[in-house]
T-cell receptor
Framework: DTGVSQNPRHKITKRGQNVTFRCDPI?????LYWYRQTLGQGPEFLTY????????KSRLLSDRFSAERPKGSFSTLEIQRTEQGDSAMYLC??????????????FGEGSRLTVL | GQQVMQIPQYQHVQEGEDFTTYCNSS?????IQWYKQRPGGHPVFLIQ?????EVKKQKRLTFQFGEAKKNSSLHITATQTTDVGTYFC??????????FGTGTRLKVLA
């Protein structure tokens, strides 16, 4: 078990470009979460999946953000027409439910986005 | 929407002193979790509390869930330099969407 893997670890892009992040959760974890974190702040909820179903999406997210988990395994988070305010660390976490669930969210190392 | 606030925002203590961070939710919580994030790292799970008034201990750490399930606290006895980091609470109200608090950054002076 290699933990939650996120790619790329760093992304620098120009304003207006599209970016995509990938998250590979711990195998057999059926819940997957995306959070955004800026310096000095707590992780901000973006969305979460149970298997391939997107169960909830933050109302704070504009239509420029979309996430998918097509086969209930890995997930992608796409940001279209990036803005400087999108610069942040994008964190993915996975969790196993229900059997043996302790509630723990296992976080990846994150993907840091810088929009110039 | 649900908001989770933590106080204090920062705390500097001398090594060996105690430390407490408080977490307050705008809504009643189903359960609450605590995470620690070291500088440059990602959040790491510490514990989950589910029952009203629940108290759990992990070595020098004591976690408490309020009777009304709207607040929680983390107390560290005799801090060590390894306790440095930011402590977050994260709560959920009826779903599995965890809302993280604003965090308390702890600095321990040797």
């Amino acid at each position: 078990d290699t933990g939650v893997s996120q790619n790329p670890r760093h992304k620098i892009t120009k304003r207006g470009q599209n970016v995509t992040f990938r998250c590979d959760p711990i195998s057999e974890h059926n819940r997957l979460y995306w959070y955004r974190q800026t310096l000095g702040q707590g992780p901000e909820f973006l969305t979460y999946f149970q298997n391939e179903a997107q169960l909830e999406k933050s109302r704070l997210l504009s239509d420029r953000f979309s996430a998918e988990r097509p086969k209930g395994s890995f997930s992608t988070l796409e940001i279209q027409r990036t803005e400087q305010g999108d610069s942040a660390m994008y964190l993915c976490a996975s969790s196993s439910f229900p059997g043996g669930w302790t509630g723990e969210l296992f976080f990846g190392e994150g993907s840091r986005l810088t929009v110039l | 929407g649900q908001q989770v606030m933590q106080i204090p925002q920062y705390q500097h203590v001398q090594e060996g002193e105690d430390f407490t961070t408080y977490c307050n939710s705008s809504t009643t919580l189903s359960n609450i979790q605590w995470y620690k994030q070291r500088p440059g790292g990602h959040p790491v799970f510490l514990i989950q509390l589910v029952k009203s008034g629940e108290v759990k201990k992990q070595k020098r750490l004591t976690f408490q869930f309020g009777e009304a399930k709207k607040n929680s606290s983390l107390h560290i006895t005799a801090t060590q330099t390894t306790d440095v980091g930011t402590y977050f609470c994260a709560g959920t109200s009826g779903t599995y969407k965890y809302i993280f608090g604003t965090g308390t950054r702890l600095k321990v002076l040797a």
